[in-house]
């Protein structure tokens, strides 16, 4: 079993700042992408930002130039820092990492996800 560690939601104004950080543990072996999706009420789970181990990044249209995603290796560690932040970013935020454990076969892990909301 893959444990995760999610930290940093919260309430904040618009405008505001907020950095979400999640940490993997549980007999991994190998980490291919790290990601963060989202869920709003009523909405689709959608991808905000992924890593790879390559380096590649790539972001949701509705958050680049606001949010940075980047991982610690040595660490499992995923963060998502977040600028700027509207009302139409609250949501709930999960972690994903595509991975192994154990050398096993390949495949995503959710982690139990952190609230952000935005509000005045």
């Known amino acids: 079993q893959v444990q995760f560690v999610e930290s940093g939601g919260g309430l904040v104004q618009p405008g505001g700042s907020l950095r979400l950080s999640c940490a993997a543990s549980?007999?991994?072996?190998?980490?291919?992408?790290m990601a963060w999706y989202r869920q709003a009420p009523g909405e689709q789970r959608e991808l905000v930002a992924f890593i790879t181990d390559g380096g590649t990044i790539n972001y949701a249209d509705s958050v680049k130039g606001r949010f940075t995603i980047s991982r610690d290796n040595a660490k499992n560690t995923v963060y998502l820092q977040m600028n700027s932040l509207k009302p139409e970013d609250t949501a709930v935020y999960y972690c994903?990492?595509?991975?192994?454990?154990?050398?096993?076969?390949?495949?995503?892990?959710w982690g139990q996800g952190t609230q952000v909301t935005v509000s005045s």
């Open positions: 994903n990492i595509d991975g192994r454990r154990n050398y096993g076969t390949r495949r995503n892990y």
């Open positions: 549980g007999s991994i072996s190998s980490i291919y992408a």
